[in-house]
């Protein structure tokens, strides 16, 4: 079954849900930038999100220096925002 992607009123309301959370690459994307107390803490948070995110088959785009990590949300294969970065976005959130 293929990943629809969120009409613009359910993409504004789901950013209005998402607290730290804002529009990229055109529209099609979210992110957000996270900063941890060091280094391993910021590896704990990116081991528990790669651990959801292969059970759930679906990937973040990130980057990590010491304690930040920058995170990218898109569903490729809907050419954009999907039911599944909001969900996801919501996991980031609960356990950072």
């Known amino acids: 079954m293929p990943i629809a992607c969120l009409t613009d009123a359910r993409r504004d309301e789901a950013l209005g849900e998402l607290a730290g959370w804002a529009l990229c690459r055109e529209g099609h ?21 790669a651990l959801h995110a292969e059970k759930h088959d679906h990937h973040p785009e990130w980057f990590n220096v010491y304690n930040r990590v920058c995170i990218v949300l898109t569903t490729h294969e809907a050419g954009g925002l999907s039911e599944r970065d909001v969900e996801m976005a919501r996991f980031i959130d609960a356990i950072a």
Not at 34 to 48: E, H, K, S, V, Y
């Open 29 to 49: 994307g979210i992110e957000r930038e996270l900063r941890f107390a060091d280094f391993n803490a910021a590896f704990g948070f990116m081991t528990r999100v």
